[in-house]
């Protein structure tokens, strides 16, 4: 091994010197995501999330279709057909601005854009995925029930055919940008089986009040589905989907986002925490010159590090085809984990500070609370590694 080359400088942003393992094209889409959040979200979350609403959401929308940020892995149809690296590095820096953010852009493109794409038909997708890319009409997804969440095999939301059309009944509950949605795929027990519709928001007797008084995900917009007698046409199922493999399918993809996206919080906490410790003076130096700080840091730097390069692994695998779910639950069970302690230990660092709105600290940490349960709690995920790894099934 030659020693007489010279060694690039350590970078403290990039400790392990992972932007080597980016494209151009890569870099410049990460540049633009976090460009625009830097500009449209940053200066204004943390009053949105004091207020709990996400003001313009309709307009923030448009603005993020303009980007290719809307579906941007999926091909045609107005999409950006973006890898999955690139995907995972817009959610990285859409959730370093707030997760909120990156729960509006993935339950548009990764659940319900990804749901009429691979299982719609040609006219759905026509009728759709173009405005949705847009930003023009907002989509969401239900699954969720509210006496079903993990086990959505018993979900209660049923499709009875009427001559040659449908008519649902139900309940879904937690259901990211539900009021503001102009399409909203929904589950639904059937006679054939679990199947999926396309359904306008519109129709009579489909009504989406909001959720409140939440104290995670207050930037965002969550509502409860009621679905009343909602008369839809032969056409409005989707026809590539029967059984719960394809609500699965779209929360998987969904997931891999989750990967990247729990890390741009805790890059954003770690970043603060850095930041206080190399200004914020304590017996007559700065936080930073402390072996116990140092210890803080220099751990939650490894794990940071650690979970964006796992998420790089699993986003290669994905580009060629040969991610598993499985590995998407390896990789939500991790980062999200370690993302929550890396925000706990940031809190630490800012003392009294962490808890205040003029830090992202404590809004990241409480956000997280939900990112660690939606698409998958860690006891599920934990179960379908057990069962990978044991060959049994643990989960009944």
Known sequence: MSTSAKLPPFDPADP????????PEDLAVRDTVRGWAADR????????????????????????????????????????????????????????????????????????MYAIHRFGSEEQKQTWLPRMAAGEVIGCFGLTEPDHGSDPASMRTYAKKDGTDWVLNGRKMWIT?????????????????????????????????????????????????????VRLPADAVLPGATGLRGPLSCLSHARYGIVWGAMGAARSCFETAVDYARTREQFGRPLGGFQLTQAKLADMAVELHKGILLAHHLGRRMDAGRLRPEQVSFGKLNNVREAIEICRTARTILGANGISLEYPVMRHAT??????????????????????????????
């Open 16 to 23: 392990l010197g992972l932007d080597d393992l980016l494209e």
């Open 41 to 112: 979200v940053l200066p204004y979350v943390a009053e949105w999330y004091e207020k709990g609403e996400l003001p313009q959401i309709r307009e923030l929308a448009r603005e993020l279709g303009a980007i290719g940020a809307l579906g941007m892995s999926l091909d045609g149809y107005g999409c950006a057909g973006a890898s999955a690296v690139q995907h995972g590095l817009a959610c990285l820096e859409l959730e370093a601005a707030d997760s909120g953010i990156r729960s509006l852009v993935s339950v548009q493109g990764s659940l319900a």
């Open 177 to 229: 940008n539900g009021s503001v949605a102009g399409v909203a795929v929904v589950w639904a027990q059937t006679d054939e089986g679990i199947r999926g519709f396309a359904v306008p928001t519109g129709t009579p007797g489909f009504s989406a009040p909001e959720i409140k008084h939440k104290w995670s995900l207050r930037a965002s917009v969550t509502s409860e589905l009621v679905l009343d007698d």
């Open 367 to 396: 956000n997280l609370e939900s990112v660690l349960t939606y698409e998958g709690t860690v006891e599920m995920h934990q179960l379908v590694l057990g069962k990978a790894l044991t060959g049994l099934d643990a989960f009944r």
